[in-house]
Antibody
Framework: EVQLVQSGAEVKKPGESLKISCRGF????????IGWVRQVPGKGLEWMAI????????TYSPSFQGQVIISADKSITTAHLQWNSLKASDTAMYYC???????????????WGQGTLVTVSS | EIVLTQSPATLSLSPGERGTLSCRAS??????LAWYQHKPGQAPRLLIY???NRATGIPARFSGTGSGTDFTLTVSSLEPEDFAVYYC?????FGQGTRLEIK
């Protein structure tokens, strides 16, 4: 059974760093893309970034380029999303999701993690 | 960058009725469009990919049509569990969502 299991909720202060994780089970981790999607409370879904764990090819949304870093560790079938300096506006639910395909025209997510709630408050 | 516009923002229907949700792309995306269902407290769920292919385990009452810039998600007869927010997605972009609520 395919599963994406995310790390637990985090409460941080502005300016702090954070790295959240998403571990894949039940499939060949290096054969699928892993992406991250943000949902700010009361708002819609926002596509953030995606990585191909086999060769670490990455793409960022222009809205998130320079704001977060996506990475992957094949040895533990885990993808990460990290911030070097959090802002209050980063408060949101963050989902990881698996993409069977990603290219110049295509890309959709077939399995999703349960979400990681990040709260940034002084 | 492609912009996806969903309509209506909110759709109020009764169980048993037919639901029709629209997604329009700012430029042609071929058949590369997906639909998701999102309920509070749950992860989004893939319903349709490549415009018209139902994902694994999705009931036949959900169907997707369209190509180019205009796409439709249809729920043939609404069940109580279908009331949720629906998003379309194309590669790096999500639409703003349609809330399907009980009338």
């Amino acid at each position: 059974e395919v599963q994406l299991v995310q790390s637990g909720a985090e409460v941080k202060k502005p300016g702090e760093s954070l790295k959240i994780s998403c571990r894949g089970f039940g499939y060949s981790f290096t054969n699928y893309w892993i992406g991250w999607v943000r949902q700010v409370p009361g708002k819609g879904l926002e596509w953030m970034a995606i990585i191909y764990p086999r060769d670490f090819d990455t793409t960022y949304s222009p809205s998130f380029q320079g704001q977060v870093i996506i990475s992957a560790d094949k040895s533990i079938t885990t993808a990460h999303l990290q911030w070097n300096s959090l802002k209050a506006s980063d408060t949101a639910m963050y989902y990881c999701a698996r993409a069977p395909k990603y290219g110049s025209s295509e890309g959709y997510f077939d399995y999703w993690g349960q979400g990681t709630l990040v709260t940034v408050s002084s | 960058e492609i912009v996806l516009t969903q309509s209506p923002a909110t759709l109020s229907l009764s169980p048993g009725e037919r639901g029709t949700l629209s997604c329009r792309a700012s430029q042609s995306v071929g058949s590369y469009l997906a639909w998701y269902q999102h309920k509070p407290g749950q992860a989004p769920r893939l319903l349709i990919y490549d415009a018209s292919n139902r994902a694994t385990g999705i009931p036949a009452r959900f169907s997707g049509t369209g190509s180019g810039t205009d796409f439709t998600l249809t729920v043939s007869s609404l069940e109580p569990e279908d009331f949720a927010v629906y998003y379309c997605q194309q590669r790096n972009t999500f639409g703003q969502g349609t809330r399907l609520e009980i009338k």
